[in-house]
């Protein structure tokens, strides 16, 4: 049970209630979580790299109904404010948050929330230049099991691949894309 868990590892205690500090509630552990914000600032520093204007190329193969084809375009990423997100920023300079890191589970975690939607996460985290999250998405109206392989090829380019799990539980590959830094 979540609560359970939670009070067994010493995340959370009975203290007074933010509301009405005469009643006891649970909060957090402050002993647990003081060190949790260095812990993600740590970490988000592996990711800074990301941060500016990059071109990318989208390779996707031939199937049955498409021949294959390459799309071009340029993908932007920006650091949050408070520097716990890396975003994508649109084309008129919105930001969405995209990539975090979760210092209570130790997990990278990947957020779609526009057209496709899901949470991959990264259990290992990075080993060496490769960071692989996976999870359910939904890829527009379609759902998946998904796996996504990052590569990093020093602080100027990267690439990822897609990748979906089909029924006999191997992977099959969907699309790769390589990306150049701008500049």
């Keep these: ?17 933010r509301m009405n ?8 552990n402050a002993e647990f979580i003081a060190g949790m914000p260095a812990r993600r ?12 204007e990059w071109h990318y190329e989208n390779h996707v193969p031939a199937s049955k109904r498409n021949p294959a084809y390459i799309d071009e375009g340029i993908s932007r990423f920006s650091m949050s404010e408070d520097d716990s997100w890396i975003c994508s920023v649109a084309h008129n300079g919105h930001e ?5 890191f979760d210092p209570f589970s130790e997990q990278w975690i990947f957020v779609l929330i526009r057209g496709s939607y899901g949470m991959l996460r ?7 230049e490769q960071l692989i999250f996976s ?10 099991e998904w796996r996504m392989t990052w590569t990093k090829s020093g602080n100027n380019r990267f690439s990822f691949i897609n990748e979906e799990r089909l029924a006999d539980g191997s992977w099959a590959f969907i699309d790769d894309w390589t990306l150049k830094r701008i500049g």
């Design 135 to 144: 999870g359910l998405m939904t890829m527009i109206g379609i759902d998946t």
């Design 1 to 17: 049970m979540l609560m359970e868990e939670l009070f067994s590892r010493g995340i959370m205690t009975m203290g007074p209630s």
């Design 41 to 52: 600032a740590a970490e988000m520093e592996k990711f800074r790299w990301l941060v500016g």
């Design 96 to 100: 969405t948050p995209q990539i975090t």
């Design 122 to 128: 990264s259990r290992d985290g990075w080993k060496g």
């Design 21 to 28: 500090p005469a009643v006891q509630t649970g909060i957090f």
